[in-house]
């Protein structure tokens, strides 16, 4: 059985800091792509983040380059993605997911009907 399960969300005031951890189990994270995606009310879910352990590649979106950093740990089966100068406009439900090991991950990572397994969300609010 394959789970991922977020966790580190919460409040912040525009300009801090938050660090979300997927742990994940029943699949290696060394060897299946992580990515974190986020929806806001009444918008679609977006591509955020993906890192290939297997491949050394991380990738990023426009809106957060330069701003967030996405890392994983083999031993630990985790995947975090710390996030800084938050803005209101990062407010959402933050998801991680994983997908198959794919060539080119690159051109796919944005795609989320790439991937077959998906935590439950946590909810990142900045605001003052």
């Known amino acids: 059985q394959v789970n991922l399960v977020e966790s580190g969300g919460g409040l912040v005031q525009p300009g801090g800091s938050l660090r979300l951890s997927c742990a994940v189990s029943?699949?290696?994270?060394?060897?299946?792509?992580i990515s974190w995606f986020r929806q806001a009310p009444g918008k679609e879910r977006e591509g955020v983040s993906s890192i290939s352990r297997s491949a050394g590649s991380t990738y990023y979106s426009d809106s957060v380059k330069g701003r967030f950093t996405v890392s994983g740990d083999n031993g630990k089966n985790t995947v975090w993605l710390q996030m800084n100068d938050l803005k209101p406009e990062d407010t959402a439900i933050y998801y991680c997911?994983?997908?198959?090991?794919?060539?080119?991950?690159?051109?796919?990572?944005?795609?989320?009907?790439?991937?077959?397994?998906w935590g439950q969300g946590t909810q990142v609010t900045v605001s003052s």
């Open positions: 029943g699949v290696r994270v060394a060897n299946r792509p």
């Open positions: 997911a994983t997908a198959p090991r794919t060539a080119t991950w690159g051109y796919y990572w944005t795609d989320s009907s790439r991937y077959d397994y």
